[in-house]
């Protein structure tokens, strides 16, 4: 029998700084949906930012899934505490806070944070184990 491990954001996430903070990108399934919904699919989406159209459009694409990547690591921290809420990162303040140089390092986290959230964990437990349990 195999079990599916849930995984922390930890562990599916990668960190980067924007004007002096720390932010966990991570791919969540809100992240996809609304990838999907840009792109057609996660399949599309590194074909999309090859093929801008023109060096502020591929800007304005990686921006956009930075500030999407990064704002899932508020939203899970604003879930669960409420009582001390963080302020969503917007692309204006992405635009401001970094240069093209910060963006090209930034797309190494973007997709370790992609290829972190897709990736799937299973455990399977040993069937001889489960045979020779004792029932108390």
Do not use: C
Request: proline share 1%; aromatic share 4%; net charge negative.
């Amino acid at each position: 029998m195999d079990n599916v491990i849930l995984t922390t954001a930890a562990e599916r996430s990668a960190a980067i700084n924007i004007g002096g903070k720390e932010y966990e990108l991570v791919l969540t399934t809100r992240a996809t949906k609304a990838i999907a919904g840009r792109y057609g699919g996660l399949e599309n989406l590194g074909e999309k930012l090859m093929k801008s159209e023109n060096f502020e459009m591929a800007l304005d694409e990686i921006v956009w899934l930075l500030t999407l990547l990064a704002n899932q690591s508020v939203l899970i921290h604003n879930l669960k505490n409420k009582d001390t809420p963080q302020e969503l990162l917007t692309e204006d303040e992405v635009e401001l806070l970094t240069s093209p140089l910060d963006l090209a390092a930034y797309k190494n986290a973007i997709t370790e944070a992609m290829f972190k959230g897709t990736k799937r964990n299973v455990e399977s437990e040993d069937e001889t184990s489960l045979k020779n349990a004792q029932v108390e």
